[in-house]
């Protein structure tokens, strides 16, 4: 069974438009994060929530808004996407508290045409 | 801000040899260092990691060093394989994930 799973794997879109990527993690994890990885493999932290609370929110623009139903998924939604917005979404989970080591989705590579 | 600066940006080794990769932090309060790598296409998996309690730990070919009061912490690899040609992410934010820029490791068979 895949630890955590993002879906979908890929996404090609259109300019302009508003689209959801999906993380769903079966460990039981508390911390649950987004990262994104650009072209040049940096990796930056976006959100973290623990037990559903938003606990990091780094300088992202206010079109990327996570949202925590539940401490198993952490969703991203992206209004008016653009092309600077191209790049593999990683979803990450772990143990409550930030010092402890994180498993990540198999990533979610966004393209914007 | 927190930063993390990770050296070498590349790195290439002839099978056998050791591979040291070096990462230097600026958050006192960090007190967590774990190294990720990540192959081609793949997501990043932890393959050790040391807490500030302690200098060094080792698992088989695989080592970490840690030096708080120059803040910087290293990754061993002995007798490298191709295998081990991927890009290896070090973490040294503390209560925020900052990974390094990322290292890219080249094993030549």
């Known amino acids: 069974d895949t630890a955590v799973s993002q879906t979908p794997k890929y996404l090609v879109t259109q300019m302009g438009n508003d689209k959801s990527i999906k993380c769903e993690q079966n460990l039981g994890h508390d911390t649950m994060y987004w990262y994104k990885q650009d072209s040049k493999k940096f990796l930056k932290i976006m959100f973290s929530y623990n037990n559903k609370e938003l606990i990091i929110n780094e300088t992202v623009p206010n079109r990327f808004s996570p949202k925590s139903p539940d401490k198993a998924h952490l969703n991203l939604h992206i209004n008016s996407l653009e092309l600077g917005d191209s790049a593999v979404y990683f979803c990450?989970?772990?143990?409550?508290?930030?010092?402890?080591?994180?498993?990540f989705g198999d990533g979610t590579r966004l393209s914007i045409l | 801000g927190e930063n993390v600066e990770q050296h070498p940006s590349t790195l290439s080794v002839q099978e056998g040899d050791s591979a040291v990769i070096k990462c230097t932090y600026s958050?006192?309060?960090?007190?967590?260092f774990p190294w990720y790598k990540q192959e081609l296409g793949k997501r990043p998996q932890l393959i050790i990691d040391?807490?500030?309690?302690?200098g060094e730990k080792k698992d088989q070919r695989i080592a970490v060093t840690l030096n708080k009061t120059a803040k910087h912490f290293s990754l061993h690899i002995t007798e490298t394989q191709p295998e081990d040609s991927a890009v290896y992410f070090c973490?040294?934010?503390?209560?925020?994930?900052?990974f390094g820029a990322g290292t890219r490791l080249f094993v030549k068979a």
């Open positions: 958050d006192s309060a960090s007190n967590y």
């Open positions: 990450a989970s772990s143990q409550e508290g930030m010092n402890q080591p994180q498993h």
């Open positions: 040391i807490r500030s309690n302690v």
């Open positions: 973490d040294g934010g503390g209560f925020k994930t900052i």
